[in-house]
T-cell receptor, first 115, second 114 residues
Framework: DQQVKQNSPSLSVQEGRISILNCDYT??????FLWYKKYPAEGPTFLIS?????DKNEDGRFTVFLNKSAKHLSLHIVPSQPGDSAVYFC??????????????FGKGTKLSVIP | ETGVTQTPRHLVMGMTNKKSLKCEQH?????MYWYKQSAKKPLELMFV???????ENNSVPSRFSPECPNSSHLFLHLHTLQPEDSALYLC?????????????FGPGTRLTVT
């Protein structure tokens, strides 16, 4: 059973508009969340993270929101640019206990930003 | 050369072959990881090394054998693979195994088992 779910395999957004990528998790032990971005023929690159003690983290055009009660996080990209077109992976981890550093990934959402 | 490099980028092998995947990181990190990404599946962690010591083996079949001679190099030795082992194999490294240390990924090796 998937512990990290990205239910939208793809998303298309017009350039300049907001992109919202969603992620749900089931494991209540997860307390650290990350977003990675992947271009074709490249490995994933770290984008932004959030600890469960926060509900929002912002870095330039990228903002991650965490709703612990709903076990849901989202990544907002504003404004969206064509260079943002990539596959975005949500990942989660616990920060205590054996193997706590292990990242559990979602399947990814392919974002296409249309010029 | 910077970052995390992987060779080869593509590999086709028969089920009776023996081959090795190589990963090298130039970031001064202490932890290295092997992940597998199969079609339409999430990335799955296979092995973790911290300061050259294996700290995790996520129930990976013995036909996959990792080796970490030093903190900069990681190998994945492959033998008698099955067609279902065809996947993208990604190497990553991080400063340590604390979660807040972000992992840096290599470009991956696309493996096809025939």
């Amino acid at each position: 059973d998937q512990q990290v779910k990205q239910n939208s395999p793809s998303l298309s957004v017009q350039e300049g508009r907001i992109s919202i990528l969603n992620c749900d998790y089931t494991n209540s032990m997860f307390d650290y969340f990350l977003w990675y971005k992947k271009y074709p023929a490249e490995g994933p690159t770290f984008l932004i993270s959030i600890s469960s003690i926060k509900d929002k983290n912002e870095d330039g055009r990228f903002t991650v929101f965490l709703n612990k009660s709903a076990k849901h996080l989202s990544l907002h990209i504003v404004p969206s640019q064509p260079g943002d077109s990539a596959v975005y992976f949500c990942a989660a981890s616990g920060t205590s206990g054996a193997g706590s550093y292990q990242l559990t990934f979602g399947k990814g959402t392919k974002l296409s930003v249309i010029p | 050369e910077t970052g995390v490099t992987q060779t080869p980028r593509h590999l086709v092998m028969g089920m009776t072959n023996k081959k090795s995947l190589k990963c090298e990181q130039h970031l001064g990190h202490n932890a290295m990881y092997w992940y597998k990404q199969s079609a339409k599946k999430p990335l799955e962690l296979m092995f973790v090394y911290n300061f050259k010591e294996q700290t995790e083996n996520n129930s990976v079949p013995s036909r996959f054998s990792p080796e970490c001679p030093n903190s900069s190099h990681l190998f994945l030795h492959l033998h008698t693979l099955q067609p279902e082992d065809s996947a993208l194999y990604l190497c990553a490294s991080s400063r340590g195994t604390i979660t807040s240390y972000e992992q840096y990924f290599g470009p991956g090796t696309r493996l096809t088992v025939t």
